[in-house]
């Protein structure tokens, strides 16, 4: 079975900084998708960025990009120039038809 | 719709209560999810529809909970004879195809059993 893994529960980052949190997956699937969603204190899910497992290319979304290693199974999310509104719950998901999602990391933004 | 949307968007229910939970997709999506996520924790895989079928139905927790979907749109989420630990937030996604796309979440429904 699929499963996602987020190692950091928590993390914090100056304002300003750069910080990277990291995800790992495991499947025997060659086709799927992976997602980071933000969700803030208010519960909405927020799509920050997504990848085509096909694609060989980083996917970047202004200030957020990832560093995917398929062979690795690894999906790890850069946030550059952090900003307070950043401060939220981050999690990484994978998809192939069941969407699974890590158990989220807590990201703190200080001032 | 332009987004997915669910209602109620809060619920105070009594223990022993049934409840429905209803998410309407965004138009055109063919699979649609339900999640439960408990305070302070991850998100709980409950089901998944493609169309009006549900593959998946292996995270329901017990015979309490029931889903259908109608017309390859809404669905409802059925929890019978609430139970305090079924108090959550119960999101609801939907995504043009179960094996491509972004999925795309509401912004769920509280539910609090008393």
Redesign the interface.
């Known amino acids: 079975a699929q499963t996602v893994t987020q190692s950091q529960p928590e993390m914090s980052v100056q304002e300003a900084e750069t910080v990277t949190l990291s995800c790992t997956y495991d499947t025997s699937e060659s086709d799927y998708y992976l997602f980071w969603y933000k969700q803030p204190p208010s519960r909405q899910m927020i799509l920050v960025i997504r990848q085509e497992a096909y694609k060989q290319q980083n996917a970047t979304e202004n200030r957020f990009s990832v560093n995917f290693q398929k062979a690795a199974k690894s999906f790890s999310l850069k946030i550059s120039d952090s900003q307070l509104g950043d401060a939220a719950m981050y999690f990484c998901a994978y998809k192939d038809d069941k969407i699974i999602f890590g158990k989220g990391t807590r990201l703190h933004i200080l001032p | 719709g332009a987004g997915v949307s669910q209602s109620p968007s809060n619920k105070v229910t009594e223990k022993g209560k049934d409840v429905e939970l209803r998410c309407d997709p965004i138009s055109g999506h063919t ?1 649609l ?1 339900w ?1 439960r ?1 408990s305070l302070g ?3 709980e ?1 409950l089901i ?1 529809f ?1 169309g009006n079928s549900a ?2 139905k292996s995270g329901l927790p017990s015979d309490r909970f029931s889903a259908e979907r109608t017309g390859g749109s809404v669905s409802t989420l059925t929890i019978q004879r609430t139970q305090q630990e079924d108090s959550a ?1 119960y ?1 609801c ?1 939907s ?1 043009i195809d ?8 509401g ?2 429904s ?1 539910l609090t059993v008393v």
């Open positions: 699979a999810y999640y996520q924790q991850g998100l895989f998944y493609q593959p998946d937030v999101l996604a995504s179960p094996r491509k796309g972004t999925i795309y979440f912004e769920g509280w």
